[in-house]
């Protein structure tokens, strides 16, 4: 039991263990019928990162730690990332070529700040010397390798399998999220379990908090919109992915879910604004309609609780400490939440001690949190890198409809870590870096196309 207390944020005798085993071992089966069907030219690598991405926060209880090697856990990410560095290294040494880990003579803009921001990080927590900073920076390292690990692939039928992957473990965790919600709240739940309102509890899906949940689902809309041709099947998926948001009860995600959904309608498939109109009129009907009947029940909900108690005012006074303090250590910054300042000013806003010790939570913006930890010149070039890759993959959406993909999903870390702390490797944060790194290798693959048919 003492192994799967960590994972479980309430009574372990409402864990039935096999049916997440069972899960994981039909998400093997068909990671495996999805590698073998497609003509990948990497089906290692794939098989694990499509694991990955079927199974969500399930394969934790997979980790594992190599005896005599403590600090060390084996975890499926940590997987991927060394099965793409061995692939990179094994193929520059085969070729005979000199290695280079960055290959492109031309790389993206968003690629320096993001080295920056890594060698600011590391600078920090190396220079503060906080408990196990070694974790950060590894993490901050795994980050790159993923991204330019996924670039350096250069193969459609390996984004294929990540899209459809996606797309499946949407499925599963949006069917999962409406049986949490309507029938039983601990059925495969893993991780937290926030109240909604009522005796209704927010759904997880196959993740560990609904907010990595409504994310992963807006995700695999985008792919939905690019992949699905279909339009009967297309419309069900968006609706089957967008009940599973909803089930998630996280204001956020309801803001970006339409925010991409109005991108995606208005900028890339061109429909006329009266039609949007209409549907958006119809919709708030609806939601009208229903919190009539429920108006007591949500007016008492943790979800307007939780509103009430941690406003927009009261995220100010996290924002503002952090403008106030960071004058202190302006170019490394603290290094992490563990300190005095932070105790000392979180005790004051909150009232907690398990918020002021960093037990749980944080200064919820991903932006602050970069300041905050490690400086403005690490927070300066983390916001370039998150804000960069938006304009560069929309400019290239006209040329093929599968940067749309990158495109969304960057939009969608951009407005996450406004009121979300995304650093690496959260598993949005990993979600960012595969698909930053499949933008950029099929943005390889035009390039090389381009270049055959000129010679």
């Known amino acids: 039991m003492g192994k799967y207390a960590r994972y479980f944020y309430f009574d372990l005798d409402k864990v039935h263990y096999e049916h997440f085993y069972l899960y994981m071992l039909i998400a093997a ?36 730690k190599i005896p005599g090697i403590s600090f060390f856990e084996v975890q499926i990410v940590r997987v991927v990332y060394l099965l793409l560095l061995f692939r990179m290294v094994r ?17 993206p803009w968003f690629v320096l700040p993001l080295f920056l921001y890594v060698l600011f990080l590391s600078l920090s927590v190396l220079y503060t010397g906080v408990e196990k900073g070694y974790v950060t920076i590894i993490d901050s390292v795994a980050f790159i390798l993923i991204v330019f690990g996924i670039s350096s692939l250069k193969d459609q039928h390996s984004y294929d399998i990540i ?10 965790s949006s069917i999962i999220s409406l049986l949490q919600l309507t029938i039983n709240p601990f059925f495969l739940r893993i991780g937290d379990d926030r109240a909604a309102f009522g005796n209704f509890i927010r759904s997880n899906g196959i993740f560990d908090t609904e907010y990595f949940n409504s994310y992963y689902l807006i995700v695999a809309i985008t792919w939905v919109l690019v992949m699905v041709k279909n339009k009967i099947l297309r419309a069900f998926l968006v609706t089957l992915f967008t009940l599973g948001v909803i089930c998630s009860f996280q204001r956020m995600s309801w803001i970006i879910l339409f925010l991409v959904i109005v991108i995606y309608f208005i900028f890339i498939a061109k429909v006329s604004l009266a039609r949007l109109l209409f ?21 008492k909900s943790s979800l307007v609780q939780d509103r009430l108690t941690d406003s927009v005012e009261g995220r100010q006074e996290y924002y503002s400490f952090v403008l106030n303090n960071i004058g202190k250590k302006p170019f490394l910054g603290f290094g992490d939440l563990k300190n005095e300042v932070y105790y000392e000013n979180l005790l004051r806003i909150t009232g907690k001690r398990s918020r002021a010790t960093a037990e749980e939570g944080d200064l919820h913006s991903g932006y602050f949190m970069s300041m905050f930890q490690y400086g403005i010149p690490a927070f300066v070039c983390f916001l370039l890198f998150v804000l960069l890759p938006i304009p560069y993959y929309l400019r290239l959406v006209k040329f093929k409809i ?19 702390s995304f650093l690496f490797l959260k598993y949005l944060s990993v979600l960012y870096a595969i698909h930053i790194g499949i933008g950029m290798g099929v943005r390889k693959i035009e390039t090389s196309q381009l270049t055959k048919i000129t010679n």
């Open 91 to 107: 193929d520059k040494v085969f070729s005979g070529t000199r290695f280079n880990f960055v290959d492109d003579k031309k790389l």
């Open 279 to 299: 549907a958006a009129v119809a919709g708030f009907a609806i939601i009208l309609s229903l919190s009539v009947f429920y108006y007591q029940d949500i007016m």
């Open 29 to 64: 089966i068909v990671a495996l019928y999805l590698v073998l069907k497609s003509q990948s030219k990497f089906k290692l690598e794939m098989f694990f990162l499509s694991f990955y991405l079927l199974t969500g926060s399930f394969n934790v209880l997979l980790n594992f």
């Open 402 to 420: 599968y940067f749309m993909v990158p495109f969304l999903v960057s939009v969608l870390y951009f407005v996450g870590n406004l009121t979300n």
């Open 163 to 172: 899209g459809k992957s996606i797309i499946i473990g949407a499925i599963a």
